[in-house]
């Protein structure tokens, strides 16, 4: 074997083991915007929770570079090979194709027409509905029924709405259901919502962002606002709240909610507006949430 061989071997190895690592980060980032352990990712899909630790620290299964090496074999992309259901649809893939034909500043400007334009052809469906985003502790479930009452608005719960749709506690259909069933849930209940009630003040759950059709939908049909705090207000809040799980380990509980707000952050930056309830009593809190869905409603 020449050395040209032994270099093309070592590029390629190095080439896969990138890839595998980059597989196991985006599947680390995933869990950790859906607040997921592994041991309950391991129970929700089948697959066992050393799997799924040797897939995230880059070890996963060859089959993934198969199919990589079949991709690359017909001058195609991965995307391409496992894009099926509604995400396949021609449109959906040229689309895909015209993006990874453009270079980053013109997809930056592609995105910014496209905006533009659903953000016209929206506000009219987003009618006089607030919804509220973020994580547990941000003030979703104690500022909600106020602003509603400022606003001579109903106050609708998400969560309380999922739970008596369903028949059971949160607990209890993600155990007997898993993540994936009440994601399916929790979006038909929101698409009742968005399409039979107006003048409303909806809170949604913390994880409600990581789906993406449940995010568009609110997005499109709803005001957005994210309710920000520091993780340590939010830590002291849930605790508050009567919830000493966290105490059971606080430093490894903090470092969770760090990860997991790093991760949802870029998907609660999407909101219309933010109000940052950091540091700050109810009723400042509830004036600058009103202050913003004021501006928000006038448009």
Sequence with gaps: MNKATIEADRREDNQAEGFLLALGANVRALRAQRGMTRKILARDSGVSERYLAKLETGEGNASMLVLRQIAEAMDTSLVDLVLVGAESSAEMRELYRLARRLPPEQIAAVIAVAQQHLVKSEEAAKGRRISLVGLRGAGKSTLGPLLAEKLGFRFIELNKVVEKEFGASLDEIFAL??????????????????????????????????????????????????????????MARVIAQGDMRPMANSREAMADLKQILAAREPLYRRADASCDTSDKEVEESILNLERVTTDLLAG
């Design 177 to 234: 259901a898993g993540q994936p069933s009440f994601r399916r849930w929790e979006r038909r209940c929101l698409t009742d919502i968005v399409t039979r009630q107006d003048n409303v003040v909806i809170a949604t759950g913390g994880s409600i962002v990581v789906d993406e059709q449940t995010l568009s939908l609110l997005l499109s049909r709803t005001h957005v606002i994210w309710l920000q705090a520091r993780p340590e207000e939010h």
